[in-house]
């Protein structure tokens, strides 16, 4: 058997692998806690972007489920855009084409909110005042009833001929 020489002064050396191996490992541990720390990076800005879409998607529900109310300058407006909306000029076009002479047209009054037209005309005689509210009643599209609500008989102070002042109420349709 042969004898080996141990020396305590002096360690052996380890061997080049050994320290080549030992650098690799390193570089992997390294490499690889860089890695897991960029995922979780990366998988706590994905959960956050998530939540964010999520959060934004509910808020997006509970604004559309929960209605909307209107300002008062907002219900003023929408009331002034009706009257605007209103066919306004076919039914003075109606009036108008009713109004044939001897019938004259003494004022026109639209009742604010509703479909109401009253007018006030004198005629020579009672007759042609119930013929002034059939022709308007003629105008179906656009003024759906007209009838004669009162009148009386006065004399004209510039020609002293009778006359019969008449009031008619219409109602219009908006078609």
Do not use: C
């Amino acid at each position: 058997m042969s004898l080996q020489a141990v020396n305590f002064v002096h360690p052996p050396r380890p061997p080049r692998a050994g320290w080549v191996w030992l650098g690799l490992g390193i570089a992997l541990l390294t490499g690889a806690a860089w890695l897991n720390e960029r995922w979780a990076d990366e998988r706590t800005e994905l959960e956050r972007a998530q939540q964010a879409q999520a959060e934004a998607l509910h808020a997006r529900q509970l604004q559309s489920a929960k209605p909307i109310e209107p300002s008062a300058s907002d219900r003023r407006l929408r009331k002034v855009q009706a009257e605007l909306d209103r066919p306004w000029l076919r039914a003075l076009g109606v009036v108008e084409a009713a109004t044939k002479d001897p019938v004259y047209l003494l004022s026109v009054v639209f009742a604010k909110g509703s479909d109401g037209i009253r007018l006030d005309a004198e005629a020579p005689s009672f007759e042609e005042a119930l013929a002034y509210a059939q022709r308007l009643q003629e105008g179906r599209r656009v003024i759906s009833s007209a009838s004669l609500v009162s009148h009386e008989q006065v004399v004209d102070a510039s020609s002293g001929r009778n006359l019969v002042r008449f009031t008619v109420m219409a109602q219009w349709s908006e078609r």
